[in-house]
T-cell receptor, first 114, second 114 residues
Framework: NAGVMQNPRHLVRRRGQEARLRCSPM?????VYWYRQLPEEGLKFMVY????????ESGMPKERFSAEFPKEGPSILRIQQVVRGDSAAYFC????????????FGPGTRLTVL | QKEVEQNSGPLSVPEGAIASLNCTYS??????FFWYRQYSGKSPELIMF????GDKEDGRFTAQLNKASQYVSLLIRDSQPSDSATYLC??????????????FGKGTKLSVKP
């Protein structure tokens, strides 16, 4: 009974490089959410996706950030041309959708930008 | 702007005491409320969810919801040192059972002293 899976768990990038974060939802879950937690800050919503659809991206920075959840494979959060301010923990959560809005979190990816 | 407010603490209680954590929310239309526990460096772990006014008990944990006062609380009975963590209050932004992202408070840091 695997939970939400994220990889990599730790990612180090230099300024200007690209970061790709992956998330596989729990079995039976079709809704994926990405959150960011800056050091000593609360969790902030970024984007909500279902298979092949972005439902709500109101929390996503307008530039350099993108997300997808293809028909096959994990959801991916992509950050282009990373800057030091992107250093944070990025958490993915999933929910079943129908009949339940309870979200379960993955272990997170800790991104460090040098 | 929907907001969730928590006292950041730290809240310190002796082992065996009751810890009381409080949360208020701004959107009167909110319908789903969650408490997560987050240990330092780890991901949020769901403790309880509550949808209806009143109390909901699960083991040593009791969630209380008062929609008229827009107030949610979490009581931890017989507190243990292992309960020392940051407790996050979250409200689902969706309405009428629809899915939505979670809006988090900044969390209350609980310390249980042996």
């Amino acid at each position: 009974n695997a939970g939400v899976m994220q990889n990599p768990r730790h990612l180090v990038r230099r300024r200007g490089q690209e970061a790709r974060l992956r998330c596989s939802p729990m079995k039976g879950h079709s809704h994926v959410y990405w959150y960011r937690q800056l050091p000593e800050e609360g969790l902030k919503f970024m984007v909500y996706l279902q298979k092949e659809n972005i439902i709500d991206e109101s929390g996503m920075p307008k530039e350099r950030f993108s997300a997808e959840f293809p028909k096959e494979g994990p959801s991916i959060l992509r950050i282009q041309q990373v800057v030091r301010g992107d250093s944070a923990a990025y958490f993915c959560a999933s929910s079943r959708g129908t009949g339940s809005d309870t979200q379960y979190f993955g272990p997170g990816t800790r991104l460090t930008v040098l | 702007q929907k907001e969730v407010e928590q006292n950041s603490g730290p809240l310190s209680v002796p082992e065996g005491a009751i810890a009381s954590l409080n949360c208020t929310y701004s959107d009167r239309g909110s319908q789903s409320f969650f408490w997560y526990r987050q240990y330092s460096g780890k991901s949020p772990e769901l403790i309880m969810f509550i949808y209806s006014n009143g109390d909901k008990e699960d083991g040593r944990f009791t969630a209380q919801l008062n929609k008229a006062s827009q107030y949610v609380s979490l009581l931890i009975r017989d507190s243990q040192p292992s309960d020392s963590a940051t407790y996050l209050c979250a409200v689902n932004s969706g309405y009428g059972g629809s899915q939505g992202n979670l809006i988090f408070g900044k969390g209350t840091k609980l310390s249980v002293k042996p």
